[in-house]
């Protein structure tokens, strides 16, 4: 049930990036390209899957009891969490590159910045 | 070999101090090569080299903590990246004074050549979109450097296609890690190999893989992803190009190689891809004949977009980027060669010949970037109307270009003549006539291009604008330092042809790459992730 729902999410996710990935204003792109970006990240974090917790992965719950839950793959969420990190970095830096298109040519229209050289 | 990235953050912080910044950062470059020559001796020279070595960051085996190797291949690309950076960085002390106020410069230089050697280094794919993050935000800012309004828009298409490629290397990635439960190039070799042993279903890995070599292939500027290259290379420094042309496409072409041979090359993995009304067009019984038939298109494809684009443009660097379009077919198609081949020996010579045309292009594209950097400070332009005489004005500078251009002909005994040679050497082992004409053409094309540019600057009547030029003396220096170094690969080309050849070796020996890093045997392992 969570998979189809987390397929649904990505895929809706997808759909919207892309949609304003390709809209003529520049900041609706970056938007785009911030959406696909965890779009990615969601479906990484979904690639992991839960695996029955046992004392050889996770030693700690070796002193825990008899109620062994159920693990995350730890690998997929540091993974995730490395992305997360960077794209947000690239967001940042993609947002302060559009204001700055904006500076030098007075708009934020992609088809008026083609037609400039 | 971790002392090359030490090297790089160390030159790095030092950077920061502003007086001693330049003089710090060409000790780093100096060290740097130092380094890389003494991997290439200790790895792969020296009569006893073990051939591959390995560093597990943090003593953590394998598959679980990041590897670190070294073979004849990563060792090979970075001393061309160890070159051409020595004399991009060079170069830049004498463009950058005028722009001295720009101080991040040189750290962001080291970020890049830190980027490019992390991603020749590394062991898993995690770790690769890592390092490839790393180079491109240092090539984001390089890109846009300048700051006019061209150069802004430049960057930003640069910018969001790069987002939109991590985005489906992430793809990619997070597939195989689903489909494998492992992201260790060595593990991934070992388990697609004999993917029973592990239960896993190898299938998807193709297309996974396929996602993969789109990212690749926008790294290399492969057609049909060339399109960023013409204004990215025209809005960045000159010298910045030279690196970029010679050594962040180099870290594309060594992950579809990487990918491709070592990793893919035993994969058991039957392929077939039928198209109604031609037939069977794919075929085989690995990921391989899949990977090479897309490599052969976008190679053939590439070669001819890139040198018909180049013999249209109207400045140097615009020539030079479509022409780098073209070289990198070049190299692609020797690549393709290799992997759709069934016979071992062609596709070590393949692999061989797309090695060594890699290092020509390298420095010749370098020397020539470097050269309209030269041309650009002295003259204030580099397109080719306003351009005429300058052999006149600096025959030095000429000798250097013409070396350069030369190069990218193909002429003996320039280092391009056996970079060409033996691309048609491993087209005519195939037997493949179209491959050959293909070959042909794209070498008359550049021709056309080289002799066009040539000509229209370096000859016919003085403008007002090489009339008044100065032409700076250590930037010609930089620029017949490579020309030398061209010259000097080309009658010597002996170690060189040893050196590829035992790059080739390590390339396509993906047993002795999976002993190296020695990741856990099916055995010893307990539940891996990827279970879904």
């Known amino acids: 049930m969570t998979a189809v729902i987390l397929a649904a999410v990505v895929g809706a996710l997808f759909a919207l990036g892309t949609f304003l990935l390709l809209r003529r204003d520049l900041i609706r792109v970056v938007w785009g390209l911030a959406i696909i970006s965890q779009a990615a990240n969601v479906y990484l974090l979904a690639m992991g899957g839960l695996a029955e917790g046992t004392a050889d992965s996770v030693p700690i719950l070796a002193g825990h009891g008899d109620h062994v839950p159920q693990t995350a793959d730890p690998l997929v969420q540091a993974l995730v969490l490395t992305a997360i990190v960077i794209g947000f970095g690239m967001t940042a830096f993609a947002l302060v590159l559009s204001y700055r298109v904006y500076e030098e040519h007075d708009t934020l229209d992609v088809s008026d910045l083609g037609d400039r050289e | ?532």
């Open chain 2, 1 to 532: 070999m971790l002392v090359v990235l030490v090297a790089a953050v160390a030159s790095l912080l030092l950077g920061r101090w502003p007086r001693a910044r330049i003089g710090v950062s060409l000790a780093g470059g100096a060290a740097y090569a130092v380094v890389v020559a003494a991997i290439d001796w200790y790895v792969v020279l020296a009569p006893d080299a073990p051939g591959v070595a390995t560093y597990q960051v943090g003593d953590w085996p394998a598959p679980f903590g990041i590897t670190l190797v070294v073979d004849g291949l990563s060792a090979f690309m970075l001393t061309m990246v160890a070159v051409l950076g020595i004399a991009s960085l060079v170069f830049s002390t004498r463009v950058l004074p005028e722009i001295d106020r720009r101080s991040y410069y040189f750290p962001l230089f080291h970020f890049l050549a830190l980027g490019v050697t992390g991603a020749f280094l590394t062991g898993d794919l995690f770790n690769l979109f890592v390092w490839f993050e790393v180079m491109l935000m240092a090539s984001y800012i390089f890109v846009a450097y300048y700051g006019g309004p061209q150069h802004t828009r430049a960057a930003f298409w640069y910018v969001s296609l790069n987002l939109l490629a991590s985005a489906v290397f992430l793809l990619g990635v997070g597939g195989i890690y689903a489909t494998t439960g492992t992201l260790n190039m060595a593990d991934l070799a070992q388990r697609l190999a004999d993917p029973g042993a592990y239960g896993l279903e190898p299938a998807p890995v193709v297309g996974l893989f396929a996602l993969l070599l789109s990212v690749f292939a926008i790294k290399a500027g492969l057609v049909p992803f060339q399109f960023w290259i013409p204004t990215a290379y025209r809005a960045a420094p000159p010298q910045i190009s030279a690196l970029l042309a010679g050594a962040t496409k180099k870290v594309g072409i060594y992950a579809i190689i990487r990918l491709s041979f070592t990793v893919l090359a035993d994969a058991d993995v039957p392929v077939e891809l039928a198209v109604p009304g031609v037939g069977t067009v794919i075929a085989g019984d690995s990921p391989l004949a899949f990977v090479g038939a897309a490599l052969f298109v976008m190679a053939a494809a590439s070669i001819l977009v890139g040198g018909i684009g180049a013999v249209g443009r109207d400045s140097i660097e615009g020539v030079l980027a479509y022409s780098s379009i073209g070289q990198v077919g070049f190299i692609a198609l020797p690549v393709a060669l290799a992997a759709t081949t069934a016979s071992a020996e062609l596709r070590h010579l393949a692999v061989v010949a797309a090695l060594v045309y890699a290092l020509n292009h390298t420095l010749a594209k370098g020397l020539l970037f470097l050269a309209v950097g030269a041309i650009r400070s002295a003259t204030g332009t580099s397109r080719l109307s306003d351009l005429g005489g300058l052999a006149g004005r600096s025959p030095p500078l000429a000798i250097g270009f013409f070396v350069g251009s030369l190069a990218l002909v193909g002429i003996p005994p320039l280092s391009g003549f056996f970079g060409k040679f033996l691309v048609f050497d491993a087209a005519a082992r195939a037997e493949s006539a179209p491959l050959l004409v293909l070959l042909l053409v794209g070498s008359l094309l550049t021709i056309a291009y080289a002799t066009r540019t040539w000509n229209r600057s370096f000859w016919g009547a003085r403008t007002d604008a090489v009339e008044d030029a100065s032409v700076d003396v250590v930037q010609v220096g930089v620029v017949l330092v490579l020309a030398t170094a061209i010259v000097a690969v080309g009658v010597g080309f002996e170690p060189v042809y040893e050196f590829a050849d035992a790059a080739a070796t390590a390339a396509l020996d993906s047993e002795a790459y999976v002993d190296a890093v020695d990741p856990v045997e099916p055995d010893e392992l307990e539940t891996g992730g990827g279970e879904h």
